[in-house]
């Protein structure tokens, strides 16, 4: 009986690993091998067709340190990430909470209106915004109809302006995404646990902040790492909504490394490849920080 029970389990565990093998060969082919062939490619310098050796070594990571513009894109893309994240996250737990009232009606409605900025193409929306607030566009036309402004002002030529507007831009089109998280995080609490508060006499906000926000710790931290592994990698809207300007002032760490990549004539794969490097540990590292601060098991 201990036999065939082995042989079963034996059988169970290659059936598993049979199953495993083309999603990992997949992820190996697609993700880990081209991550360890960039490593090298950063180590290199010259362009494509005649790259070699840097010397010294890491020349290109060293190179980062004096490059101002690296160093701006850096502080662009951090300063999207620290603005448009968390405001972004607590309007989509709070749109969910809304429209997870189980009295609400036309909830199938407004569910799919506040999703449906996520399922337009990136550089669709972009031109939309682009366009929105262009100096002839339409925000500007109300605006000067309604006296809030004298004549037509240059919001993708200023920049602080031009900033405010990605970041408008992040959160109208990716609040939908994260609330579908909640969402589904918050279908999966019983009913019964806000009943028996209500009975215990806790009101909406401690309702909230006890129960809700705990239970949905898990959906949080993941959304959170999702993120800010997105806005890390930040490329469609300083391209097609801002081309990085006015001078340079709105680009993000993807858009300078594709501006080496391709952008600027000559390909400089390697130095690209060491901003990537870069941007990977980046991720890494505060997904690390975030997975740790939200895991609070004993």
């Known amino acids: 009986m201990k036999a065939n029970h082995g042989t079963l389990m034996a059988k169970q565990r290659r059936a598993g690993w049979f199953y495993l093998l083309p999603g990992t060969l997949l992820i ?8 360890i062939n960039a490593v090298f490619t950063s180590l290199k310098t ?9 010397e010294p070594l890491f020349y290109n990571y060293t190179r980062m340190l004096k490059d101002q513009l690296f160093q701006r894109s850096m502080v662009n893309t951090f300063l999207y990430l620290i603005i448009e994240v ?57 605006l000067v109809k309604i006296g809030i402004l004298e ?15 990605i ?7 990716w609040t939908g995404y994260n609330m579908v998280f909640f969402l589904a995080g918050l279908q999966n609490i019983d009913y019964s646990v806000y009943e028996a508060a209500k009975i215990d006499g806790a009101n909406g906000w401690q309702t909230f902040w006890k129960i809700t926000v705990p239970l949905l710790r898990p959906t949080i931290v993941m959304t959170a790492i999702m993120s800010i592994n997105g806005t890390l990698q930040l490329f469609d809207e300083s391209v097609n909504l801002t ?24 390909a400089n ?19 690390f920080i975030n997975m740790k601060v939200g895991d609070k098991r004993d």
């Open 151 to 165: 004549t037509n002002y240059n919001f993708l030529g200023n920049p602080t302006s031009a900033k405010i507007i």
């Open 46 to 54: 010259g362009s494509s067709a005649n790259m070699k050796w840097a």
């Open 86 to 142: 968390p405001i972004m996250l607590i309007l989509a737990m709070l749109l969910a909470q809304l429209l997870n009232n189980h009295d609400l009606r036309f909830k199938g409605f407004f569910r799919t209106c506040v999703f449906l900025p996520c399922a337009t193409s990136l550089v669709s929306y972009s031109l939309i915004f682009k366009s929105l607030f262009a100096t002839e566009g339409l925000v500007n036309t109300i």
């Open 243 to 266: 081309n990085g300007g006015p001078a340079n002032s709105t680009i993000t760490m993807s858009h300078y490394i594709y501006n080496n990549s391709f952008g600027q004539g000559v």
């Open 269 to 287: 794969f390697g130095y690209a490849s060491a901003l990537s490097f870069i941007i990977f540990v980046m991720v890494a590292v505060l997904s």
């Open 28 to 35: 190996t082919i697609m993700s880990f091998i081209p991550i």
């Open 167 to 173: 970041i408008i831009a992040l959160i109208w089109r």
